[in-house]
Nanobody
């Protein structure tokens, strides 16, 4: 059974930085495309970044140039380095496969709040 555990969120001022981590277990991690998603209050969950097993990355326009996704296959962990954070980045952040797979539950997510 695949488990995804996110961590690293918190309260940060606009312009600040945070690094999120996601530990994955129970999958062929190094072969999988992994994504970071976020869900703001009252909005649908959206994909913000993804990374292939070989390290190819893609970003949504809203975070391009500010966020960096990376992975450590030896640790079965994917990271999201977030810089120049804006209030509109406030959301619960989740990691999951890309595309999302049936029968794989979402983790608890990690709250990111950008506020002065």
């Amino acid at each position: 059974q695949v488990q995804l555990v996110e961590s690293g969120g918190g309260l940060v001022q606009p312009g600040g930085s945070l690094r999120l981590s996601c530990a994955a277990s129970g999958s062929t991690f190094r072969l999988d495309v992994m994504g970071w998603y976020r869900q703001a209050p009252g909005k649908q969950r959206e994909l913000v970044a993804r990374i292939g097993g070989g390290g190819i990355t893609r970003y949504s326009e809203s975070v391009k140039g500010r966020f960096t996704i990376s992975r450590d296959n030896a640790k079965n962990t994917v990271y999201l380095q977030m810089s120049d954070l804006k209030p509109e980045d406030t959301a619960v952040y989740y990691c999951n496969f890309y595309p999302v797979r049936p029968f794989v539950s979402w983790g608890q997510g990690t709250q990111v709040t950008v506020s002065s």
